[in-house]
């Protein structure tokens, strides 16, 4: 029962830390709205998402195991509730470029290595299948959130419904995040060492029903 929970908290976080992905359809009733700004401009904003998203997970790797995970991962809930507020008022492509590029690709790449170190730590001798599963979800996100953004968010000149659904997905990510961040817990040694206890008990079972 744990192990599916910790996947599901997990799995939970990296589908709407992934959205940041979704650059090139959340960005498109943006640019239908501020006509006047070229494709160079709006692309920008994903490289420099994706520069702090780098940054993040840097980060991330320097205080893991220095403060408890939870932090890290309230932390990030934050980051993407202020980066979306942020961009959300956006009328310069600076403005949306701290909001959109820093915050929240710095958010982004904070939490995933929150997720995936933490993980990673409960399951020692499946660590391939875990990060792959944890990776399509990550990379699913924007799939998914990008077929939600289309649907609720109306796109053309004048049109700024972008502003609210950025908004929104400020309030849904710091709730969200926020919430999931209490279920993250780092394995200790009596941890580790009870579950290669469990896994040599049901060898044992195994060979036990073969020989049989």
């Given at each position: 029962?744990?192990?599916?929970?910790?996947?599901?908290?997990?799995?939970?976080?990296?589908?709407?830390?992934?959205?940041?992905?979704?650059?090139?359809?959340?960005?498109?009733?943006?640019?239908?709205?501020?006509?006047?700004?070229?494709?160079?401009?709006?692309?920008?904003?994903?490289?420099?998402?994706?520069?702090?998203?780098?940054?993040?997970?840097?980060?991330?790797?320097?205080?893991?195991?220095?403060?408890?995970?939870?932090?890290?991962?309230?932390?990030?809930?934050?980051?993407?509730?202020?980066?979306?507020?942020?961009?959300?008022?956006?009328?310069?492509?600076?403005?949306?470029?701290?909001?959109?590029?820093?915050?929240?690709?710095?958010?982004?790449?904070?939490?995933?290595?929150?997720?995936?170190?933490?993980?990673?730590?409960?399951?020692?001798?499946?660590?391939?299948?875990?990060?792959?599963?944890?990776?399509?979800?990550?990379?699913?996100?924007?799939?998914?959130?990008?077929?939600?953004?289309?649907?609720?968010?109306?796109?053309?000149?004048?049109?700024?419904?972008?502003?609210?659904?950025?908004?929104?997905?400020?309030?849904?990510?710091?709730?969200?995040i926020a919430v999931c961040g209490f279920f993250f817990v780092k394995p200790t040694p009596e941890d580790l060492a009870g579950i290669r206890t469990d896994k040599a008990a049901g060898?044992?079972?195994?060979?036990?029903?073969?020989?049989?």
């Amino acid at each position: 029962g744990n192990i599916i929970n910790r996947y599901s908290i997990a799995l939970i976080v990296l589908l709407l830390a992934g959205l940041v992905y979704a650059w090139s359809v959340i960005s498109s009733p943006v640019a239908a709205y501020f006509t006047e700004w070229t494709k160079a401009q709006l692309s920008l904003t994903f490289t420099i998402c994706m520069g702090f998203f780098c940054v993040g997970g840097f980060v991330g790797g320097l205080l893991n195991g220095k403060i408890n995970v939870k932090f890290s991962v309230w932390a990030s809930a934050l980051f993407f509730f202020l980066g979306f507020l942020i961009a959300s008022r956006a009328n310069s492509t600076s403005v949306l470029y701290l909001g959109y590029g820093v915050f929240c690709g710095f958010a982004s790449g904070l939490v995933y290595n929150a997720v995936m170190s933490t993980m990673l730590g409960w399951f020692p001798d499946k660590q391939g299948m875990v990060s792959g599963i944890l990776l399509f979800g990550f990379g699913f996100s924007s799939f998914l959130v990008g077929k939600v953004y289309q649907a609720v968010t109306p796109s053309g000149e004048g049109v700024d419904a972008w502003r609210n659904t950025f908004f929104m997905f400020g309030i849904l990510l710091l709730v969200v995040i926020a919430v999931c961040g209490f279920f993250f817990v780092k394995p200790t040694p009596e941890d580790l060492a009870g579950i290669r206890t469990d896994k040599a008990a049901g060898g044992k079972k195994k060979a036990e029903g073969i020989e049989a």
